[in-house]
């Protein structure tokens, strides 16, 4: 159960793994979950979910991939949700992910990056940042 919370609304970390961690994550608020995780859709989570499968492999962020996302997290705050961004482990696609969502609410790169880093600092050591120039030229903010 290895998760941590970026802002407020927000949280990343790893893999749904057990109906324990997902009582857990709904007794922390959490409502909606966004599932990054290539390997497979969610077992133990019964709520609000969106599936967009990524690699992590290096390989660029699509558009369509990011889009989906914000839009997803756009689609919880609106209902007054929480939502938890997970793909594997919680330290590439998902830092990634919520690094792109921050950017596209106006944060800058500088300050998106050094907040997930500082309130998921298991994350970073990891390359997750590999991904920000792809995010940055899906989404034009480059």
């Avoid at 967009?52 to 991939?65: A, F, I, L, M, N």
Wanted: glycine share 10%; net charge neutral; aromatic share 10%.
């Amino acid at each position: 159960m290895n998760f941590d919370f970026i802002t407020e609304r927000i949280a990343v970390g790893q893999k749904i793994d057990s109906a324990a961690f997902a009582k857990r994550l709904g007794d922390c608020g959490i409502t909606h979950v966004l599932n990054l995780f290539a390997g497979d859709s969610e077992t133990f989570w019964t709520g609000n979910v969106r599936y967009v499968p990524q690699e992590d492999d290096g390989s660029p962020r699509t558009p369509g991939q990011l889009l989906a996302a914000i839009e997803y997290e756009s689609e919880c705050a609106r209902s007054g949700g929480r939502l938890y961004i997970h793909c594997q482990w919680g330290l590439g696609r998902a830092p990634a992910t919520c690094y792109a969502i921050l950017r596209a609410h106006g944060m800058s790169m500088g300050d998106a990056v050094a907040l997930v880093c500082r309130q998921r600092p298991v994350c970073a050591q990891w390359p997750w940042r590999q991904y920000v120039p792809s995010i940055e030229s899906a989404l034009c903010f480059s």
